[in-house]
């Protein structure tokens, strides 16, 4: 009787018990993992911004387009990138550039200087975690020093070259402004250099990519967004007009803009998410946010 009754009594406890678990723990437990499904989503979307912050006018077209009619001239938008990433950090993709010789050698107009282009998204400089310099030209690498704590991703080829053979004898520097090499240089001696390798995963949905040869080492960048994969082009495509013509940006070795050009376009999930470098039209075909910036998406 004594043994029913034990038998008895703990079934009546397991029951209660599962009873327990059902109303209490497995719900917990669904909320849990709908948070981490929530979670993992998140962690996927990047938010990405394109900044105007100059104007220069009255531009060649046959200077960023192979083939172009000698006599176009447009007025082309002189822009960097800002990517929200989760965990609160913020990417410049290249960074502007502040010095008055070349506001007034290229007669820039409604010319912003970057720490304030990119308070229109409520962003100071110390808010900026990481810059990913494309390429070394004096408007895209040009306010390194202007964000002192972040972190500087760099093709190691781009920075091994700009920072050695580019200044010797029979070496290439056009478009590179010294101070900004120096800037780089000292980057690199407070530890904040990060040297990518080619194509490389630098946080997961956002991936650096080897360049069309646009300067030495040239990158560009695929991100993981809510539209889907935008493409920052950078100067390896100037204008949307390189891509639909499938001419080469001029200036670069022509064969390898073009293979650039072609995995640009495989890696964004469409072509309208493609950013290039200079195309007045990114600041009318995507939504504005504040005066000279867009979100792509």
Known sequence: MKRQWARNFAGVVLILVMLAWTVFAWPASRAGASIRVQSLQSAGAYEVYAVRYGILPDFRVSALVVGAEPTRRLDIPVAF???????RRVFLVDCGFYRDNLIQQWKVKDYVRPPAAIAALGLQPEDVTDIVITHMHWDHAGSLDLFPKAAIWIQRDEFTYYTGDAWQPGGSHGGIEAADVQALVR???EGRVKLLQRDQEILPGLEAHQGGCHTHA???LSVKTDAGTV??????V???ENLEKQAPVAGAD?????DAQKRILQLASDPRLVVPGHDPAVFTRFRAVAPGVVRIQ
Request: glycine share 4%.
């Open 81 to 87: 990138w800002v990517i929200k990433a989760p965990g």
């Open 187 to 189: 980057a690199n001696t």
């Open 218 to 220: 040239s990158q560009f």
């Open 231 to 236: 493409v920052v082009a950078s100067d390896n």
């Open 238 to 240: 100037y204008l949307y």
């Open 254 to 258: 022509r064969a390898c803009n073009l």
